[in-house]
């Protein structure tokens, strides 16, 4: 061959897999260009706003809106009574339940949805807002998922009244969901109850929020001359919006358009359907005016989906070298007012069942009851619905409590009990069949990164000069292995509202040989941009740099379950690299065509279809995709262009190591991260920027909620932690430096090996930063402490270990 | 999140300020950097109808580091942080100050806005407290002198009138050992407990001693028995304690999400003998 550049260097041009590629959005982003839902200015648009219920419980005894109506500028009013002869006063959720859209008799919970009032401006729909009068009754509140169970609790649902059976079958209480069960309970039971040693506690994890940058919100437009409806709004999964709405509001599928533009941050607060959607909607069929709704910071910190709330009571049996024997687990799950979840219909309580987490238990059970509270609906956010975070924290926690009862190092106990790199593929006493992983190679790259003998020498140090009366600072270091359960998934076993879990990629190669793909999946952030464009510059050869990705217009793209659940890279990027393939066999018949060789000649070679054994013999992506267009080849049809739906064979299983080292003081409560390792494996690296961002990000949110972040309700309901002031968000300030490192084992029915990585940092940050405060106070006797770790409640901790003195 | 309607004024002067509060009585309230009020006005908690904007009168900028100290009303938080006279005559206001919210938050709230405000949880409050400071107020009948300890009544009750404004804080170039320390859950956070103390020293005794804290009751607290339990003392253990013990018989927090009373009550301690600690190393 001449002058031709040799194939790495081909390679590298592409920007392909495990290219760290620069985000192709954030030139945007970083100048304000963005566009998102509150851009949107259409002319004549009215803007909604919502009167919500200052009671966590009450009965709604009138509404008188002549007030509001009276103010100039106010277009309506909207109340149950007006959504009831459409069939809208209530909608169904995703979870089998359903949900007022507006309170229809009573309200359930503080922010919860009265009226909607539509104005020409949002300042007068919010003084509108002011002068609905409301008369309510209050009644008794409960707001602890153990007391609505008592048989004289309030009666919370009477809509529910005389339903003994629930979506997930037989409900035994009036404000009982469903119990659903995993496992062998009597098996377990009995290993447990056999042991040499048993460890059992509570866990609770508490009542959190993601709290997006921006807030949801949408613009609804009904155009009443071709008959259809436009809906801009921050779904993360708009295909399913768009049934959801077409189902609900009877108006054909094809007349309607969802779109989702830029979206500020998801974490699945924005999977759900809101009533503001409903309302909003509602209000442009009836005045045939687009009309905005986007919701405050406390509204959406009060009534959007919030995420955990799962009493989680564990048993863990072991042998006196630490062998684990049997794990039980009840959960009692506080679902607030309505289930709201976002659930595959056979998993109510999401993939909970993940809870033997990294480690080869024989015999396990889980059982979980759903109740209703006097709270905020939709445990949708931070995987709330697939309950992986739950269990991984659940798991990692009891681990660490049974190392305690063995006397025994927790790294060591991990070590013991890890499933083994020959065991994969592996299934679980729960009955999930993990897909790769290499556990103990992981776990020893991290322990000799932190120099773990090392830290502990130096806390036994401490705790030594603590009781010498010379410091009173103690040094934590928090453990965890996680293993994730991502990519829903198989459609015969994973659906939305009935919808399977696949997801899709449709690619379209353009002449002068850069293309356009759109895929059923929405970025609310997370660069699909920059990184489907690698999958799709690695199996079709097109620099990733002419490939534009389009996602989040119902009428364009493909249809698809959308983004949240880490199931855009395992979904819609094996979707991704199918479709790219298929470009690709068609290709090469093209290049077999035009080189006058059999296809079985050709070989591929980053960009080009080359003739085996004669180099100097090829054709490029490039060419061949204008011999699509220009030349009439026997037996192929012009262009090209492929769709793919896929349907993930199973799960994947990213897994990762994190330590924390932690400094606190036992007088004030204050606390300060030294060290954050995390080593993260999610199979193939697809932009390692890009994960280490992701990473990053998902690192500080488990700050966040370890270490201050709640929704704390007081006993009368009332939202205690409404606003930024008492909700913590961390800033650059409290944000700890990250100290990133990673593994590499694919998965193996991945078309490209990836795992997906956006909530592994959440899901293992946690028990890492809670292992820690833990571990501080381990030398001390203490077992268990619930989260938050905030100042007070640290202190509290030393104050009962008699730390003050 | 939306305020409701108001009407915004600019006056040049404070006499044109102080003629529209007289003019529009308790409908009119005062805006300075607008960092406490506007959060008050989106959540409704607060709806004046008429606002009066101090941003257009030169006369409240200025500041004097003399032997007495001057600072006028709308000095912004960051242009105390950094001014080179301050940091000389009073470094215990930067101390203070950057423990203030955030970087947007000083560069727009005020001194005067600040201390007039009467929240317990702002900081200058007990910092005035502690340097004995006088505010100067001007209104209807003229101008007069208040001192910062008679000033603060109940949460957002002080001794000004309310067709008054404040122009101006004052007070003498205080002693050398200072330190403000503030225990908070995180940035743009209030205090759980803050403690500001300045300590006069002279041949390893402490000739003077004052002592304030932030957020520890419903209006800022000027502990004149902590500063009494240290005067004579070398600061050893004891003289702190007892400082401490004082402190505690005139603070009187109230449970809220930062914890519970007795937590309060306790980082009060803890915070106090670390600022005398760091005072006493300075003095
Ligand atoms: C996120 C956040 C965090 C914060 N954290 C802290 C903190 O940790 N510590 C702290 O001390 N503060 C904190 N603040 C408050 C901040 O310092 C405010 O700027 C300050 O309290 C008020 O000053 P301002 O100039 O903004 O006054 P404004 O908000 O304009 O006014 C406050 C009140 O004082 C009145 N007023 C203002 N100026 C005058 C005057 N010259 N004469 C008479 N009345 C006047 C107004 O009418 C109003 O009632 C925080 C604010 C925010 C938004």
Redesign the pocket.
């Known amino acids: 061959m001449k002058d031709l550049p040799d194939s790495a260097e081909r390679r590298a041009n592409l920007k392909g897999l495990g290219c760290a590629r620069k985000r192709v959005e954030d030139a945007r982003f970083t100048q304000g260009k963005g566009n998102y839902v509150d851009d949107i200015k259409l002319p004549g648009m009215l803007f909604g706003d919502f009167v919500r219920s200052p009671y966590a419980h009450a009965r709604v005894k009138s509404i008188d809106a002549s007030a509001a109506l009276a103010l100039p500028g106010v277009v309506a009013v909207l109340t149950a009574k007006d959504l009831e002869p459409l069939g809208l006063h209530w909608m169904p959720t995703l979870a089998g339940d359903k949900q007022m859209v507006l309170a229809d008799g009573k309200v359930l919970f503080q922010g919860q949805e009265v009226a909607f009032v539509v104005a020409t401006d949002r300042y007068i729909a919010a003084d509108a807002v002011e002068l609905v009068e409301v008369d309510y009754e209050d009644l008794p509140v409960v707001v602890d998922p153990f007391k609505a169970q008592e048989p004289d609790a309030p009666v919370l649902r009477e809509d529910l009244a005389g339903v003994t059976e629930g979506a997930h079958g037989p409900r035994r209480h009036h404000n009982h969901i469903f119990t659903w069960e995993q496992g062998d309970a009597e098996g377990a039971t009995a290993a447990i109850d056999g042991s040499e040693v048993i460890a059992e506690e509570t866990i609770y994890y508490h009542r959190t929020h993601p709290c997006p940058l921006e807030t949801c919100g949408c613009v609804a437009s009904m155009d009443k001359v071709n008959g259809k409806l436009t809906v801009w709004g921050t779904f993360q999964a708009p295909h399913v919006v768009r049934t959801v709405a077409s189902l609900l509001s009877g108006i054909d599928e094809h007349n309607i358009r969802v779109v989702s533009p830029d979206i500020g941050g998801g974490f699945g607060n924005k999977v759900g359907v809101y009533p503001g959607y409903v309302c909003s909607i509602v209000a442009t069929i009836v005045t045939g005016k687009p009309v905005k709704w986007v919701e405050d910071r406390m509204e959406n910190l009060m009534a959007t989906a919030f995420a955990r709330d799962y009493w989680m009571k564990g048993r863990i049996g072991a042998t006196r070298d630490g062998r684990i024997t049997g794990l039980h687990a009840h959960v009692t799950a506080d679902h607030g007012a309505f289930d709201a979840c976002a659930d595959p219909t056979k998993f109510p309580a999401g993939f909970f069942h993940i809870c033997t987490g990294s480690y080869d238990i024989p015999v396990a059970y889980c059982a979980v009851d759903g109740v209703y509270t006097n709270k905020a609906p939709g445990g949708v956010a931070y995987r709330c619905s697939f309950r992986v975070t739950e269990a991984a924290y659940f798991i990692e926690r009891m681990i660490e409590i049974l190392a305690i009862r063995l006397g025994m190092d927790a790294a060591e106990l991990r070590r013991i009990n890890f499933i083994r790199k020959d065991q994969f593929p592996y299934i679980s006493a729960l009955g999930w069949e993990y897909d790769s992983g290499d556990y103990h190679t992981a776990w020893d790259k991290a322990l000799k990164a932190v120099d773990y003998e090392g830290l502990r020498r130096e806390q036994a140090e401490r705790v030594e000069a603590f009781r010498r009366g010379e410091t009173r600072k103690l040094l934590g270091i928090g453990l965890t292995h996680f293993t994730e359960i991502v990519g829903a998934g198989p459609v015969k076993n994973c659906d939305i509202l009935g919808m399977g879990m696949f997801d899709s990629c449709e690619i379209r190669i353009h002449p002068t040989g850069s293309a356009i793909a759109r895929l059923g999946t929405i970025s609310q952030g997370q660069g699909h941009a920059t990184t489907f464009a690698q999958i799709l510059a690695s199996e079709t050869g097109i620099p990733a740099d002419k490939i534009t990705i389009e996602e989040g217009d119902t009428d364009t793209a493909p249809y698809g379950l959308g983004t949240y659940g880490s199931r855009s890279t395992p979904v819609a990027g094996a979707a991704t690299a199918m479709a790219g393939r298929k470009i690709r066999a068609k290709a090469q018949m093209i290049a077999a065509y035009l080189l006058e060789v059999h296809d079985d000649d050709l070989e591929w070679d980053v960009d080009r279809f080359a003739v085996k054994g004669a180099p100097e013999r090829f054709k490029t992506m490039a060419e061949i995709a204008y011999a699509a267009y220009n030349q009439a080849i026997p037996g192929l049809e012009p262009g090209l262009e492929a769709v793919s739906y896929y349907d993930p064979p199973n799960m994947t299983y990213p897994f990762g190591a994190y330590i924390c080292v932690m400094e606190i003081d036992v007088d004030t409560g204050e606390w300060q991260v030294r060290q954050f390792y995390a080593l993260d494996d999610c199979g193939t690296r697809i932009n390692p920027m890009i994960i280490e961002g992701q990473v990053h990000g998902g690192l500080t949110e488990a700050l966040a909620i370890a270490m201050g972040q709640e929704i704390a309700y007081d006993d009368m309901g009332n939202v205690r932690t409404g606003t930024l ?1 008492d909700f913590f968000l961390p800033t650059a300030w409290e944000t700890p430096n990250y100290q990133t490192d990673w593994t590499e084992t694919p998965s193996p029915h991945h078309p490209i090996g990836a795992k997906g990585v956006g909530e592994s940092p959440n899901v293992g940050g946690v028990p890492a930063f809670s292992n820690a405060v833990h571990d501080a106070f381990r030398a001390f006797g203490l077992t268990q402490t619930h989260m938050p770790h905030d100042h007070w409640r640290i202190w509290r901790t030393a104050r009962d270990l008699g730390l003050h003195g | 999140m939306i305020p409701a309607r108001f009407d915004y004024h600019r006056p040049d002067s404070v006499a044109a300020a102080v003629g529209l509060l007289q003019q529009h009585g308790d409908e009119a ?11 008050m006005m989106k959540l409704r908690m ?1 709806a004046p109808a008429h606002l009066v904007d ?1 941003q257009g009168i030169a006369a ?1 900028r200025g500041i004097e580091a003399g032997e007495r100290i001057r600072i006028g ?2 000095v912004t ?1 960051s242009e105390m942080i950094a001014h080179a006279g301050l940091a000389e005559a009073a470094p215990i206001l930067a101390e203070a100050a950057r ?4 970087p947007q ?2 560069n ?3 001194v ?3 201390v ?4 317990p ?4 409050p007990a910092l005035m407290l502690c340097l004995d400071a006088t505010f100067t107020l001007e209104g209807p009948e003229g101008v007069r002198e208040v001192a910062a300890r008679g000033f603060y009544e109940a949460p957002y009750v002080t001794a ?1 009138e309310e067709e ?4 101006a804080v004052g007070f003498d170039r205080p002693a050398r050992g200072f330190a403000y320390e503030k225990q ?1 859950r995180k940035i ?4 759980t407990a803050a403690a500001a103390v300045l300590i006069g020293a002279e041949g390893g005794r402490v000739v003077s001693a004052s002592v304030a804290m932030t957020n520890v009751a419903d209006v800022p607290v000027f502990s004149a028995a902590a500063g009494e339990a240290l005067v004579s003392t070398d600061c050893a253990a004891d003289a702190v304690a007892a400082a401490v013990a004082a402190m505690q018989g005139d603070i009187d927090p109230v449970e809220d999400n930062r914890g519970p009373v007795e937590f309060k009550r306790h980082v009060a301690g803890v915070i106090l003998t670390r600022a005398i600690a760091r005072a006493w190393s300075r003095a």
């Open positions: 002031m | 309230r005062v805006v300075a950097g607008g960092h406490s009020l506007i959060p607060a101090l409240l009303a709308m938080q423990q203030i919210a955030d938050v000083r727009l709230g005020t005067g806005g600040n007039a405000n009467g929240d949880g702002n900081d200058l000004r008054e404004i404040l122009t908070k743009g956070d209030y205090a």
